[in-house]
């Protein structure tokens, strides 16, 4: 498609040079918001380890603390508990963290999503 055509006065047909810019600075543009978004993300991933959540189980019994990198920081266990077996202690203690687990990655999805908004917001509609 190269070739010119006498039909359109002699103009090539392959040097549409403006919507190329456009394209290639829209390409741009997302490049730069994807860096930005990316480098927020890290950040937050960073802040996020020194967040910590709690969680208990069996009325109080046992407490767990874990940050939103999904490490245990604490089991706190009360001695109420004495008497339990060590099942009915082994059951608490992994519902306390399951719970830990879960308000972590709660608490980083909605940040993550909150990040992404900020970004994608700011993208073109691609006619989606």
């Known amino acids: 498609m190269a070739k010119k055509m006498k039909s359109l006065g002699g103009r090539s ?8 810019n456009d394209m290639n600075k829209m390409l741009q543009e997302a490049q730069r918001a ?5 480098d927020e993300l890290d950040k937050l991933d960073e802040e996020l380890s020194n967040v910590e ?26 001695e109420e508990v004495e008497d339990e077996d060590i099942d009915t202690l ?7 963290s399951n719970e830990a687990i879960e308000k972590a990655n709660k608490l980083k999805e909605e940040k993550t999503n909150e990040i992404s908004q900020k970004f994608l917001g700011t993208l073109p509609n691609f006619g989606a």
């Open 13 to 20: 047909l392959s040097k549409k040079t403006g919507s190329k």
């Open 34 to 38: 994807q860096a930005e978004m990316q």
């Open 53 to 78: 959540v709690e969680a208990t189980a069996g009325g109080g019994v046992v407490k767990v603390v874990a940050t939103c990198d999904m490490r245990i920081k604490d089991i706190v266990i009360s």
């Open 90 to 96: 082994k059951d608490l203690i992994i519902a306390a």
